[in-house]
């Protein structure tokens, strides 16, 4: 199990953003119960997702498919889909594999959540920011 920590963000336009904070590992043992969590997320409650990978040490490919997997629901639910604040450990993942140019990073999470776009919002919750932990 990889603990996830969820926080809501509503945009002034009432545009809302979910934020995953995942911790450990996202390899082969705990990147499907992230993807069900990102898979629920999208559908339920916004499109709209930024993940911070601060937290998160390692990734392997299973991880980077669960992250492709939650950028295509986004987009297919017109959102959008951010990472922010990637691991030093992580962050070569993603540069030998090129997935830093697939996916949209960003140094901190203020960044990312400032470029999601306004006034596409598929569903919305109320509420400024809460966090849950997963």
Same mark, same amino acid.
């Given at each position: 199990m990889i603990p996830i920590e969820q926080a809501?963000? !509503?945009?002034?336009?009432? !545009? !809302?953003?979910i934020v995953l904070t995942p911790s450990g590992r996202l390899d082969i043992r705990t990147a499907w119960q992230f993807r069900l969590e990102l898979q629920q997320c999208i559908s339920k409650l916004s499109p709209h997702v930024?993940?911070? $990978?601060?937290? *998160?040490?390692? *990734? #392997?490919?299973?991880? $980077? !498919?669960? $992250?492709?997997?939650?950028? +295509? #629901? /986004?987009? =297919?639910?017109?959102?959008?889909? +951010?990472i922010c604040e990637v691991h030093p450990e992580s962050r070569l993942v993603f540069e030998v594999t090129m997935m830093d140019s697939v996916f949209e990073i960003y140094e901190t999470q203020k960044e990312a959540l400032e470029t999601v776009p306004r006034g596409r919002q598929a569903?919305?919750?109320?509420?400024?920011?809460? =966090? /849950? /932990?997963?």
């Open positions: 809501t963000h !509503t945009a002034s336009d009432g !545009t !809302t953003i930024v993940i911070n $990978l601060s937290q *998160v040490s390692f *990734v #392997d490919s299973s991880g $980077l !498919t669960a $992250l492709v997997a939650g950028m +295509r #629901d /986004a987009d =297919k639910n017109q959102g959008s889909f +951010r569903t919305a919750s109320g509420g400024n920011e809460s =966090k /849950a /932990a997963m």
